[in-house]
Each structure stands twice: as structure tokens, then as C-alpha cells.
């Protein structure tokens, strides 16, 4: 008789999903991030992309940042009247940077830091750059459009 061969085992993220979706099924719980791909067609991803007015550009120090903590933005001014935006979310585990300093974007959560000009990953343990947004300034304003 001869035995079946074996079937991968199931990743984590798997039996993660599947046990939330056992927990959720008797309630109206949504299971979200079970997904390996990502949806960009719903109506409130458009809305996400509208720019964000943050206010006054003087608010960003040359050679450093602001962290818009609410808005899960960070903003940069590298170089005097060069702004640069992006994402506040750590790509490690999904901390809210805290604070730019010595020209690094720092997450407090693990020791991630990004580089101010183009948040790439200047230490771990993110495994990559932070998404970059666009930034304009309008009328002293800052206003910034995720991509």
C-alpha cells in the first residue's frame, strides 16, 4: 500500500485567518488582512487619495520632519524648500513613527529608521522603504497626496 505524499503545511498567516473566520462566523466581525492581494476599486481608497492639507510648511525644520500622527503622515525638508512625504506607518510591524531626528525617520516600536530624502531603511528591522507620497505647498500650506 503505498502512502499519499504530504501536502504543504499551512503558513501562519493561514491558520491565523481561518481561526478568526471560525470566531467570526456567528457574528457580523469582517476578517481584514487575510487577503494576499490587495483591492484598489472601492470608492473609499479613492477618497484616501485626495491631499490632505497638513498646514503651515514652516512647521517642518530643514534637516529634520514633522510626524502628523493622526494623519499617519510624515513630512521632511531635507534641503530648505525641498519637502518630501511618506507614509507614517512602519513597514515592520505597522508602528506609527514617533519623531525625526539626527536626519532619521524613527519608529519607536523595534528601532526602524528611514532616511528623511527618501525614506529608505537606513537600520532594521523594516524590510523596506517607507511609500513616499506627493507633497506640494500652497499658499504656505503643506498639502500632501498619498500615491
Do not use: W
Request: glycine share 12%; hydrophobic share 35%.
Amino acid at each position: 500500500m503505498s502512502e499519499a505524499p504530504e501536502s504543504p503545511a499551512p503558513s501562519r498567516r493561514t491558520l491565523l485567518c481561518g481561526a478568526a473566520a471560525v470566531l467570526a462566523a456567528g457574528g457580523t466581525v469582517a476578517v481584514t488582512g487575510c487577503s494576499s492581494t490587495s483591492s484598489t476599486s472601492s470608492g473609499a481608497d479613492s477618497a484616501a487619495k485626495a491631499p490632505v492639507d497638513l498646514g503651515p510648511a514652516s512647521g517642518v525644520p530643514v534637516g529634520g520632519g514633522t510626524v502628523f500622527r493622526e494623519k499617519k503622515i510624515v513630512v521632511t525638508q531635507p534641503a530648505e524648500g525641498q519637502y518630501k512625504a511618506f507614509s507614517a506607518k512602519c513597514t515592520h510591524a505597522g508602528c506609527i513613527v514617533d519623531q525625526v531626528k539626527n536626519q532619521k525617520i524613527q519608529c519607536p516600536c523595534h528601532g526602524s529608521m528611514f532616511g528623511i530624502a527618501d525614506g529608505a531603511v537606513q537600520d532594521g528591522p523594516a524590510p523596506t522603504p517607507l511609500p513616499a507620497y506627493d507633497v506640494v505647498v500652497e499658499g504656505g500650506n503643506l498639502k500632501v497626496t498619498p500615491r
